[in-house]
């Protein structure tokens, strides 16, 4: 299997006063191809810190990441920028769609921004497979929480992006909509050959991941 992301001996300091805190103990984790991933975790243990280098949102104070195979954490802000856009998705608790643009919309703004093609047949298959077809000339405010996720799932995979982080992607969802994202998103990871690292409180989603990693006090550790 490819890795597609990977820490080697990550941590991240803070300073706090006079004090230095270690938020993040030294790291290391592979994301496959193919892999859905957990990460889970008490608040202020990390998972935030954790997710922000792999997303190379901040920089490790030690250690390295690498986006498929090449150097990403050691990159300036406006060639990290350039490479996010074309090889990372984000799903977040809130959907993260743009209030003013129609779904459809949504997905045609990465064209306009890289002065690329549409890409029309790969963006009704998404919205088959996701079933948001009917909504795709919908703004998220007329959407249901499901249909958001479902139509923001579309998004972060209409670039083709080889890694996807889903920020407790069904913290808004009643239980039904909440297994369907999460199945949705599993047979995508692994059809479309991405790697998704999923952050989550609800446990009862966790049968769907391939590798579930628990942060505890900065320590990352892979559950049995």
């Known amino acids: 299997m490819k890795a597609l992301i990977e820490m080697t001996n ?9 004090n230095i805190i ?3 103990k030294e790291t290391n984790f592979i ?8 990460i889970v975790g008490p608040s202020g243990s990390g998972k935030s810190t954790f997710l922000t280098i792999l997303g190379g949102l901040q920089k490790p104070t030690t250690g390295k990441v690498l986006l498929n195979g090449k150097p990403f954490s050691e990159l300036d802000v ?7 856009l074309d090889n990372i998705g984000f799903i977040l608790q809130a959907s993260n769609l743009i209030p003013f643009l129609t779904i459809k919309e949504q997905m045609i703004l990465y064209n306009k921004i890289r002065k690329t093609k549409i890409n029309q047949t790969w963006m009704d298959e998404l919205f088959a ?15 249901s929480g499901g249909e958001r996720q479902r139509s923001a799932i ?12 889903a920020d407790e992607p069904t913290a808004s969802l009643d239980t039904k909509k909440a297994f369907e994202v999460v199945k949705l998103l ?6 479309q050959k991405k790697a998704t690292i999923m952050v989550t409180h609800d446990e009862r989603m966790l049968e769907y991941c391939d590798k579930v990693y628990e942060i505890v006090d900065g320590v990352l550790s892979l559950r049995a």
Not at 10 to 18: L, M, R, S, Y
């Open 186 to 191: 599993a047979k995508e990871t692994k059809e």
């Open 78 to 84: 406006k060639q990290k920028s350039k490479i996010r």
């Open 154 to 165: 579309a998004k972060a995979l209409y670039h083709q992006p080889s890694v996807i982080f």
């Open 31 to 38: 994301a496959y191809e193919g892999e859905l991933i957990g």
């Open 10 to 18: 990550v941590t991240k300091d803070f300073i706090q006063g006079d």
């Open 129 to 143: 497979k996701l079933d948001v077809e009917k909504l795709k000339n919908k703004y998220p405010n007329q959407l």
């Open 22 to 24: 270690r938020a993040l």
